[in-house]
Every structure is written in structure tokens, then in C-alpha cells.
């Protein structure tokens, strides 16, 4: 299955196009680009592709969770020679894009945890367990082996926004209850692929920390007016009605929101200028981290949209959580975090805020 097809929702000036490409052992491949790709397919083989794992239901905590046992096999801190996400040169090594040039490339995970095929795997008395259905993509954003949500540019990150948007609506179609896209960025979070990319997670049920977010947006709590309240005292400033900002009750030091003033339900639903204003924020978030912790500064980022079908009064958001507290200095989620959920703050949003603001581009 190969072409050409323009999005409906391309973010930026000009037009985003999308080629589907079936890989040898079944899996598949989507380049996104402003200009149609056409270049010919390098040397591809077909090697064992997992099917996913099992959900298992915690009775205390009342969530599930996902087992994935295949997922220790995953690449490790590959050499740059062996990098899988660069493209396939001829006389090169094999990658996961059997292309010699791309612009944004996702494809489905070979190590999912998710996958719309998952079966059962075990059967315990007393516990339930299912299997885990939904997908898991990978997001490469861009040929190159190094880099950022900074350097790659901001017309990139337009070209980014659009394939995310084009990736909801094709795992809502499919049946996916919540999407979640992000990025683990750092060896402090546990990266084992340094070349730029994030990830993408269609979940057959809303998991249980978004499902709270949604009964409170559905019970009245008013984020646009939080907002308000907080700007510009906790902001790193608004651009084309997207705010970035230090939540008044971040949990982790540093921690930063991207969010549109108005109320939308995710990036499908934001204006072009919010949408152009995001793509903004996130490499400018990105560089000031990098700034403050004087290094490539470890986060976790992600998206944070509405299930499937709309949610009453749901505030698409953009947050950001760093791993360091200071330069060279993590910040460990131990026992108190892991046991209870109750973080430790050890840097006020007062103090993040100023920290971020005095980092502004002149």
C-alpha cells in the first residue's frame, strides 16, 4: 500500500501530505511531509512482531495496567551505526524506515504493549485480566540522529502537529477510547533511543488518572479560568491565544503547561493560529529547559485531549514534567510519590516561574 494523500488539517503555511507504506512483516508506515514523498523503498525483511501484552485490573488502586513481558527485548542504546530510526541508505544497515530520506515518520511499535491483535495470555483465579488492545506508534521527527523539539524548527513541529491530529482521528476510528501522544526525553527518564522521537498510545479505555481529569472538567472545574487567574504572574507568555505557564499547583519542579485560552476539546478542535501558537511554545519550552539545567534537560511530555466522542467541558492541555530539579541534580520519585501520590515539591512555582521567565529570548 503506497501514495499520496493531503491532509485535511495541515498546520502552517502550505499543505502536509501523507504516504502509507505496508513494511515487509505487515506493520505500518506513515511519512508525513509538505511535499508528497516518492522515493523508491530500500531493502526491507520480515522479522517476529509482538501482538501486544495483558491488561491486569489492580483491586486497591482500581486501575489497569499493562504486562508486556516481549518489551525486554526492545533495542537498548543502540550505536549510532545501528541507530533504527535513521533512514535506510543503500549499503546501510536495515532500519525501521526502508526510506533513504523523510521528513516525519510513524509507524506502529514492534515492541507494543498495546495492539488492536492482543489475546490473552494467562488466566489467574481472582484476578482480572484482559488483553491489551489499542495501538502503540512511534513518532521519528526527523532523519536526523540528534536534535530537538527546539532545533528541529518550527515548521517541522507544524508538520508534527498535523500527523498527531491525523493520528487521533484514525485511532478513535478504530476504536481507541483515549490517545495519548508524548515524548520520554533523557536517560533520566529511562530513554534507550536518544534519536528524536515521541510515542503515540491508543488505550481501549480511558486510563485512570485522565478519567479523573475528565470528571472534574465534567463537574465544573473552569481551566480557562485558572488561566486567567494565573497570567501573567505564572506565565512564560501567550502567543496567538496559547498560553504557556507554571500551574500555581504543579507537582513536579519546573513543571510547565501549554494550553489554549479558550476551552477545546484537543489539537483537532484549536483555531490555526492556536494550533501555530503551540508549535511555537513547544520548542520554546524545550530550549529553555535545555537553558536552565545547562544540558539536553529530561522530561516527559504529552498531550492531554478529550477521549473519544468529546467530554463536557474538557481543556486539552500540553504539560511537561522535568526530571531535574536543578542542573545535574534529578528529581527521584520515591516512596512517598510511588506509595501515596503525594509529591514532594522541592522548587515553588513562584521560583520555577521567575527561573523560566528570566530565560526569554531578547
Known amino acids: 500500500m503506497s501514495g499520496n494523500v493531503q491532509l485535511s488539517r495541515s498546520v502552517g503555511e502550505g499543505a502536509t501530505y501523507r504516504r502509507d507504506h505496508q513494511k515487509a512483516d505487515g506493520r505500518m508506515l506513515h511519512l508525513y511531509g509538505r511535499n508528497p514523498h516518492t522515493l523508491p523503498v530500500q531493502h526491507e525483511t520480515a522479522d517476529p512482531v509482538a501482538q501486544g501484552g495483558e491488561i491486569r485490573h489492580h483491586p486497591l488502586r482500581q486501575e489497569w495496567n499493562v504486562y508486556a513481558a516481549h518489551r ?5 542504546k543502540p550505536s549510532a551505526a545501528d541507530d533504527p530510526l535513521a533512514p535506510t541508505v543503500d549499503g546501510g544497515p536495515e532500519t525501521e524506515i526502508p526510506f533513504s530520506d523523510f521528513e516525519v515518520a510513524i509507524f506502529e511499535n514492534k515492541f507494543a504493549a498495546f495492539h488492536p491483535s492482543a489475546s490473552n495470555a494467562a488466566s489467574l483465579a481472582r484476578i482480572s485480566i484482559e488483553p491489551a488492545k489499542g495501538a502503540c506508534d512511534v513518532v521519528v521527527y526527523a532523519p536526523d540522529a540528534t536534535g530537538s523539539l527546539h ?28 490517545v ?66 507554571v500551574p500555581r499547583f504543579a507537582r513536579f519542579p519546573y513543571e510547565t503547561w501549554i494550553a489554549p485560552f479558550e476551552t477545546r476539546e484537543g489539537p483537532w478542535d484549536c483555531s490555526d493560529e492556536e494550533l501555530e501558537a503551540l508549535a511555537f511554545w513547544l520548542g520554546e519550552t524545550t530550549r529553555r529547559y535545555d ?33 531535574l530539579r536543578a542542573p545535574g541534580r534529578v528529581k527521584y520519585l520515591a516512596s512517598v510519590e510511588q506509595h501515596t501520590g503525594i509529591f514532594t515539591v522541592d522548587v515553588m512555582p513562584e521560583m520555577a516561574i521567575a527561573d523560566l521567565r528570566a530565560l526569554a529570548q531578547s
Not at 525486554?72 to 537498548?76: A, D, K, S, V
Not at 529530561?298 to 504539560?319: D, L
Open 72 to 76: 525486554q527485548n526492545r533495542t537498548f
Open 151 to 178: 532545533t528541529l524548527g518550527r515548521d517541522r513541529r507544524e508538520v508534527q502537529l498535523g500527523a498527531l491530529i491525523d493520528r487521533y482521528e484514525t485511532h478513535f476510528a478504530a476504536g481507541c477510547d483515549y
Open 180 to 245: 495519548l501522544p508524548f515524548e520520554n526525553r533523557g536517560d533520566e527518564v529511562g530513554v534507550t533511543l536518544h534519536h528524536p522521537h515521541g510515542q503515540i498510545y491508543g488505550f481501549d479505555r480511558v486510563p485512570h488518572t485522565q478519567q479523573r481529569a475528565i470528571d472534574a472538567f465534567a463537574q465544573g472545574y473552569d481551566l480557562a479560568a485558572e488561566i486567567r487567574a494565573a497570567m501573567p504572574e505564572y506565565g512564560l507568555g501567550e502567543e496567538g491565544g496559547m498560553a504557556a505557564f
Open 291 to 323: 537553558a536552565l539545567f545547562e544540558q539536553p534537560a529530561a522530561t516527559m511530555m504529552a498531550f492531554h485531549a478529550s477521549p473519544r466522542g468529546g467530554s463536557k467541558g474538557y481543556h486539552f492541555t500540553v504539560q511537561f514534567y522535568p526530571l
